[in-house]
């Protein structure tokens, strides 16, 4: 089966950087996505890495290294609102998406 | 354009009854997603379909159905709920492309099952 791990919380200052890691166990996938969910709300797409390297979306940056089965997601000039929660997911055959259990993030004043 | 769509936005139920919860999108899209988000857990795959006419069990396909009715609509359907069953259940869709699969999310239906 696949499974992610990434960290439970996470906690920067505001206009810091913060990196959110994810490492993943699969035998196969097509790509890494990284997903935003604030508190009652639907989870929105970010990022998504189908190949090794670094994807860059204005603040969001997200990264994937299939060999060290490993990626992260990148947030510089922290702002109040990315306060929320952070999924990894993997999307292997057939489509079928993964998700890790989710990074809170705070950011602090 | 409304995106994904689901209905109804809040349920309760008592154990035993059965309901069964809409989605329906409207951007063409190839695949679709049931998942069930737990507080403070993160999203669990219940089926999903990857193109019209297929469906697949995900993580937690237990006592629940799908059907996917046509390329714009895929239900999720407890035939007979269980206090376990309360969660928040999200349905997503995606082009169902490799080189990126952004799913779009619907706004959730709030379950409660006593």
């Known amino acids: 089966g696949q499974s992610l791990e990434q960290p439970s919380e996470v906690t920067a200052v505001e206009g810091a950087i913060v990196q959110i890691n994810c490492t993943y166990q699969?035998?196969?996938?097509?790509?890494l996505s990284w997903y935003q969910q604030h508190d009652g709300g639907a989870p929105t797409f970010l990022s998504y890495?189908?190949?090794?390297g670094l994807e860059e979306t204005g603040r969001f940056s997200s990264f994937l290294s299939r060999s060290d089965s490993y990626g992260y997601l990148l947030l510089q000039e922290l702002q109040m609102k990315d306060s929320a929660s952070y999924f990894c997911?993997?999307?292997?055959?057939?489509?079928?998406?993964?998700f890790g259990a989710g990074t809170r993030l705070f950011v602090k004043a | 354009n409304a995106g994904v769509t689901q209905t109804p936005k809040f349920q309760v139920l008592k154990t035993g009854q059965s309901m069964t919860l809409q989605c329906a999108q409207d951007?063409?899209?190839?695949?679709m997603y049931w998942y069930r988000q737990d507080p403070g857990m993160g999203l669990r795959l219940i089926y999903y379909?990857?193109?019209?006419?297929?469906?697949d069990k995900g993580e937690v396909p237990n006592g629940y159905n799908v059907s996917r009715l046509n390329k714009r609509e895929f239900s999720l359907r407890l035939e007979s709920a269980a206090p376990s069953q309360t969660s928040v259940y999200f349905c997503?869709?995606?082009?169902?492309?490799?080189?990126?699969?952004?799913?779009?999310f619907g706004p959730g239906t709030r379950l409660t099952v006593l």
């Open positions: 997503a869709s995606s082009e169902g492309q490799a080189r990126i699969n952004e799913q779009f």
């Open positions: 699969t035998s196969g996938f097509y790509g």
């Open positions: 890495n189908a190949l090794d």
């Open positions: 997911a993997l999307t292997t055959g057939g489509f079928k998406t993964i």
């Open positions: 951007m063409n899209h190839n695949s």
């Open positions: 379909s990857a193109s019209e006419g297929t469906t």
